[in-house]
């Protein structure tokens, strides 16, 4: 999948639902879902930010973590979606699809009974 490179505001107010879905998709450590996340279009996010995060969902009790074997190396920490994981990450889920909704509908320029708003001015483009 292509990458494309989105705003750094964007990413880390979307973080937590894409670790928490890539987390959805089975048993993973954290340079997998780092990847899974890369192949998923979201970008490379960097272990600083990853990291962090993946210890704070799992003091929420979002992701259970446990230590299994490495590839040929030391061990890792794995982790696994919670009941309370998978629950927040349904509402966020939702929650997003209804806030890109109103983001979509102000940049169409729609109104909710469908009519197109006055326009003030032009359009500044970069």
């Given at each position: 999948?292509e990458t494309e490179e989105w705003p750094a505001e964007w990413l880390r107010?979307?973080?937590?639902?894409?670790?928490?879905?890539?987390?959805?998709?089975?048993?993973?450590?954290?340079?997998?879902?780092?990847?899974?996340?890369?192949?998923?279009?979201?970008?490379?996010?960097?272990?600083?930010?990853?990291?962090?995060?993946?210890?704070?969902?799992?003091?929420?009790?979002?992701?259970?973590?446990?230590?299994?074997?490495?590839?040929?190396?030391?061990?890792?920490?794995?982790?696994?979606?919670?009941?309370?994981?998978?629950?927040?990450?349904?509402?966020?889920?939702?929650?997003?699809?209804?806030?890109?909704?109103?983001?979509?509908?102000?940049?169409?320029?729609?109104?909710?009974?469908?009519?197109?708003?006055?326009?003030?001015?032009?359009?500044?483009?970069?």
């Open positions: 999948m107010g979307a973080l937590e639902l894409a670790v928490l879905g890539a987390a959805a998709r089975g048993t993973t450590y954290g340079y997998q879902l780092a990847s899974r996340l890369a192949d998923g279009g979201i970008g490379q996010i960097k272990g600083g930010t990853l990291y962090p995060l993946l210890g704070r969902l799992e003091r929420d009790g979002l992701l259970e973590a446990h230590w299994g074997p490495g590839d040929g190396g030391p061990g890792r920490k794995y982790y696994d979606l919670t009941a309370a994981g998978a629950d927040r990450l349904a509402t966020l889920a939702e929650t997003w699809r209804r806030f890109a909704a109103r983001i979509c509908d102000l940049t169409e320029g729609t109104t909710d009974n469908g009519s197109q708003p006055e326009r003030r001015g032009r359009a500044r483009r970069h």
